[in-house]
């Protein structure tokens, strides 16, 4: 019950606090983030240290070192937020801007006005830079955010949290404009979920368990941002080369992340000349291959992949390899196992790359290129806080303009409805 | 458990048909609509019949009147009906319009491509025309629709629905694309609302307790339409013979729905002035005043309002009546009993108008116009689903588009991410 109480009084700050962000011009929101820059630039020193202690105590659990890699901020890191932060302020603002405007038969001026979205929820895990992406896109989008990340990052969270009041506080902004949540167990999360009255949009980042979660017990809408299990389908048009650079880059790039390829679907008809070369160059770059059965009799190096492999996110040097008979095979395929995340075709058959475009549901399809473009920044929108795998307001990466919804505003001389 | 495998059956359907409407072309979903009108038209006296089990079960049941009067068929209305559809059909089609297109600096040609949502389902109450309009609205835009109508419309809306799938037949499309519940009772509302799995989006559309009910237990996405609790507020530097007018229309051309006015705010400067000949007009057109203390003292007709009557949805030839000091007076009262529906300001003040219209958070905000305006096909959006109170995807009237989605297409000739 005191859970919920913290939770409801953070929330009712937070619509407070939206009744001002949201309507400040773009130069105090800008004032507002170069201030938390300046903070961070400031208080290192303290920072280190609260990061510090998550770092002994996810040692002391045992934490993975990936896990403890990803947590850890390093001066370079925070100079990397900070750099974030001044991405940020670049961006145009979208709130005011009026995205159409027509006139009816009766003279009235109808337009839809770009408008905050209002109080955001933000549950996520570890990373700490997470914290002030989050919050500076929330800013700049006059949002307002309540900041619910992982237990393990409680510490630095927490003296992040600090800093960003601080600064809002100097910019002359309510301070509850982006507010930590100091309590780490599961309670507040299911608070936050239900208090619809006061929260606009949950944004859940993180594992498949905590997503489900969030999806089981929200009553406030929420814009999911599920795994990715992304495939490269290389057609028996398919350029070879162009195939071979894309499926490489897809695949070892980065291949912890949510838009790298999990699985690569090849045409059997080039499937023999493809696959020795290709196998061979992911095997030397470390990349365990497992395949069906005719990939397994064409590259014996393969292991035989299982039932599990298919949907499976390794986010990691693994890939599963399926030779598929045509393109109508590859589309049943994803349809059946993708995650409506990012999917890629390689062709230069006009007709089919409009067809996988156009049959393909995913919040990305692209034609000719790496699957590692789904991202905010890669496509243009600027910085990004998520990829929505949700098909209602987002569907795709998420910038400051998915962070806005529109109102219809009108203009009339009198007008009544007859 | 019957009822929910029934439910999953259909939910698997509609999963599967929209995978064929989804992509069918314009011409070919007119034709379906076209046959839909037909199939009214030769199906006249069966509808009649059905309708009229529904009108007889209704009145042995002691339904009001007025519901009695919502849920009666006849040739007119039904012509009614076939002519909505024919809106439909004049309707541009949204899917596959390319919403907006760029080009990368690495040559990444990047765009937005208008997509179906999916699967929809429609939970609402009596109406039986609202079922024809929910499914023509959703087979235009390339969607399926599973509708769940009222109980006492169940015998109108089964039939309603074989003719609609008899037509689907004839222009060869999946007869799923339209289903209605056969099931009444609210085990099937609830197993519809789980089927996250099946259904991308869940429209309530009825009282306060089903949208309720709705909202606690979707895992679905849900757009909500809620109640109208809408003000207009007559500033002292608006033009009063405008202010009659507008605020004549808003509360008596049609009481009974959700953009008429149910709260006039008036500033103290011009109360009056103003208040005594509009109550009065009001009053001999039927209205009920229930005034505050102020609004009494000037026109002694008025009954004195309780706190119960802010925030009241009368939905009838009731109105509320506050004199308030200010135009920040009318705005904090309308942050705090208006419904996020429509609100409108008559005044002749520059500043005053965009303010208002910047800081009144409603799906439609107006100025100098009646509130009567909150119309997909008024503001010019052809017919309209229902008006979304949510913020998240769609914020006001819905139309066409705003059943649909946008997905992210590339273009590329090879790139890959460095």
Chains 1, 2 share one sequence.
Not at 43 to 52: H, I, Y
Not at 178 to 204: C, F, S
Request: proline fraction near 4%; include cysteine; charged fraction near 25%.
């Amino acid at each position: 019950m005191e859970v919920k109480e913290k939770i409801l009084q953070m929330a009712k700050a937070s619509k407070m606090a939206v009744k001002v962000i949201g309507r400040v011009n773009t130069n105090v929101k800008n004032i507002a983030l170069e201030e938390i820059a300046k903070g961070l630039k400031e208080n290192l020193s303290e920072l280190l240290e609260a990061n510090a202690k998550d770092i002994d105590y996810a040692k002391e659990k045992g934490l993975s070192k990936a896990m403890i890699d990803r947590l850890t901020l390093t001066e370079k890191r925070i100079e990397g937020m900070i750099n974030n932060i001044k991405e940020v302020i670049a961006l145009p603002d979208p709130v005011g801007v009026i995205v159409k405007m027509w006139q009816r038969p009766n003279g009235l001026r109808v337009g839809k006005i770009r408008v905050p979205l209002g109080v955001i929820a933000m549950v996520y895990e570890a990373r700490p830079d997470a914290t002030i992406e989050a919050a500076s896109l929330c800013l700049k989008a006059g949002n307002t955010v309540i900041l619910r990340g992982g237990s393990e990052a409680i510490n630095s969270n927490l003296c992040l949290g600090e800093i960003m009041q601080n600064a809002l506080h100097k910019a002359g902004l309510p301070k509850e404009t982006i507010q930590v949540v100091p309590i780490t167990d599961r309670e507040a999360v299911l608070a936050l979920l239900e208090m619809e009255e006061y929260i606009d949009l949950i944004i859940p980042r993180g594992g498949e368990g905590l997503i489900r979660f969030v999806t089981e017990h929200a009553r406030v809408p929420v814009l999911k941002h599920y795994k990715g299990v992304c495939h490269v389908y290389v057609d028996d048009n398919a350029d070879l080369k162009k195939a071979e650079e894309i499926c490489f880059n897809a695949k070892v790039q980065r291949p912890g992340v949510c838009n790298a390829m999990e699985t690569m679907l090849v045409n059997e008809k080039i499937a023999k000349i493809f696959l020795p070369k290709m196998l061979e160059r992911f095997v030397n770059a470390g990349v365990e291959i497992r395949g069906c059965d005719k990939t397994c009799a064409i590259f014996p190096k393969a292991k035989p992949a299982t039932e599990q492999d298919w949907p499976a996110e390794y986010l990691d040097l693994i890939l599963a390899v399926k030779v598929v008979k045509d393109m109508e095979e590859a589309i049943a395929h994803i349809a059946c196992y993708g995650s409506n995340h990012t999917e890629a075709i390689v062709t230069e058959d006009y007709s089919k790359a409009w067809e996988f475009l156009e049959r393909v549901d995913a919040s990305v399809v692209l034609v000719n290129a790496s699957t590692r473009f789904n991202d905010g920044n890669q496509l243009g929108l600027g910085a990004e806080i998520g990829i929505s795998t949700s098909k209602l307001h987002a569907y795709g990466p998420m910038g400051l303009e998915e962070l806005t919804t529109t109102k219809f505003i009108v203009f009339g001389q009198g007008q009544v409805r007859t």
